[in-house]
Structures are given as structure tokens and as C-alpha cells.
């Protein structure tokens, strides 16, 4: 059992989120996708922070999802599946690797151990920073997403806006939710859907 909780941290309000478990196996946040193979009892804390899209274009990448920060309190993690939305199908998998950056921001690209359809899987022996990327000049492929529509109430004019964002499938619906409507003129419409 994995108490998987969520906090907002203290470097530009991002939201921190951690687990503790008890015993080594497979572990899956339920708020981001993430899973840890975990080797014995530890305790997890990740977030995710901006990509350097400049030291990533340098070195002919882009970025494929979030950039996660890990610290890892106590205890060993020995594999660390992060989620893509690429359709494995259409080819989109082919271009991905991992970006490690270390604390110095250096950053080096990591083939994957293995890709799932809906994870690609690293072996680890440390944390810093994961994040997957894609070649820049890889093709546009289709991607897993959801539909989230926000109504823009009506303003002097009486004229109101409905935002329709596309969101890929490893990105936090939650996080992104939340930043949307803290803008109190929109109102989130329910309608998750797949396409």
C-alpha cells in the first residue's frame, strides 16, 4: 500500500507530491502516471520544474513531457517508468529518450531500457531530473490527449469565449485545471474526453 500524497512546495507555488512505501515492488502515482520500481521501504518526493529548451535545442531535442525533480528521503529506487502519450503504433516511440539533468544543469540523453505503450522505462541508480524527450526533427506523430474546455464568462460586451485546450496524456490534468481557473472569469465545463 503507497500513501500518495500532495503538497504545495515552496519554490514558485509547484506542487510537490511524495510517497512512502513500506516494502520493495512496482509503486504507480496516481496523480502523475509515475511508477518506481522500488528495491526496499523508501520515501519519494518529485515535482515537476521548466525545461531549458535553449540547452535542449542545443543539443537537437524537445521535450516529449514534464521535466520531474526527484529526492529520494530514504531507501533505493533501481527503475523509474515515466509516462508518454506517444501511440507506439504510429511509429511516435521511435524518437524518444530520456533527458537526466544534474544538479550542475548538465544534461545527458538516456536510451530507454524498454517502451510501453504508455511508459518508457529507465534503470536508475540515482535521482536528479528525468524528463522524456523527442528529436527535434522527429515527425509529428498523433498522441494520447484529453479535451478540457473552460467557459470565459461573459464580459461587458456580453461576449463570451469557450477554450477548448488539448492536453497530452502525461501532463497533470489536475495542476493544468488549477492554473486555468485561477482566473476567476472561467468557469472549467466537466468533459475529459479521450481522443
Known sequence: MVT????RGRS???WTSGFQCHHAGLF???ITGLVFSMEEEAEVLYNTVPWDRGLLSQ???????PLFKFTCLMGSVCQLHLPHCEINSEGGCDFLSVAHVTDDDSMEFLLPHETTET???LNITGFCKYGITKEQEAPVSPIRALVLLFYQLPDDNNKSTLNVLLLP???DIDEVSRSELSNPSLVGIQSNSQC
Open 4 to 7: 500518495v500524497w500532495r503538497g
Open 169 to 171: 496524456r502525461n501532463v
Open 59 to 65: 543539443n537537437g531535442k524537445r521535450p516529449a513531457g
Open 12 to 14: 514558485l507555488g509547484h
Open 119 to 121: 511508459h518508457v522505462i
Open 28 to 30: 504507480q502515482c496516481s
